[in-house]
């Protein structure tokens, strides 16, 4: 099973990502992880970090680290994966492993298949960004990172069994059934 939520800014996206987590844990009976992706770099990402892992205190969540490498990962099966997000993850993979440089064939080798791999035996939940509608013009190393973020989208969407896009804290159906 897998799931896309998207959204924007403080849109809601984390929390709906939880409820549908939560929601999947109760079906499949697996353990529940929260995939953090984001690297700890400036006092500005340190909050950020501490803000989520307050929020997610007691919630049962066993959380694992994972700022690049999805491919690592070997969750018990039936379980239920949210991994926040893949903008950071791209991101790592682009700027600090260079494992991406530039390609949507190597997006596709080191973040796409890898999930995809993931959600065959456990439920994943992808959040997402919505960087696409702001109407800016970046520079072309941005451009690029904008570009395979939104072929990784459009690729784990494809595949999705759910995109849910989160506006103003209300989930939207863009592909399948809200499920929570």
Do not use: W
């Amino acid at each position: 099973m897998l799931y896309v939520v998207t959204g924007g800014a403080c849109s809601g996206k984390s929390e709906y990502a939880e409820r549908l987590a939560f929601s999947k844990k109760s079906e499949l009976g697996g353990k529940l992880y929260y995939i953090a992706t984001m690297c700890a770099e400036d006092d500005e990402s340190l909050e950020r970090i501490a803000s989520h892992r307050q929020r997610r205190d007691g919630k049962g969540f066993e959380t694992i680290e994972c700022p690049y490498k999805i491919s690592a990962l070997r969750p018990q099966k039936n379980s239920v994966l949210l991994i926040e997000c893949m903008s950071n993850l791209l991101a790592n993979e682009m700027f600090i492993t260079g494992n991406i440089a530039s390609d949507k064939s190597e997006a596709l080798e080191h973040i796409i298949k890898p999930i995809i791999e993931l959600s065959r035996y456990s439920c994943v939940i992808a959040v997402t960004n919505e960087v696409f509608s702001d109407g800016m013009s970046y520079d072309k190393e941005s451009m690029k990172y904008i570009e395979i973020l939104g072929f990784i989208n459009g690729e784990l969407s494809a595949f999705s069994d759910g995109v849910f896009e989160t506006v103003c804290s209300v989930p939207i159906a863009i592909k399948g059934e809200l499920q929570c």
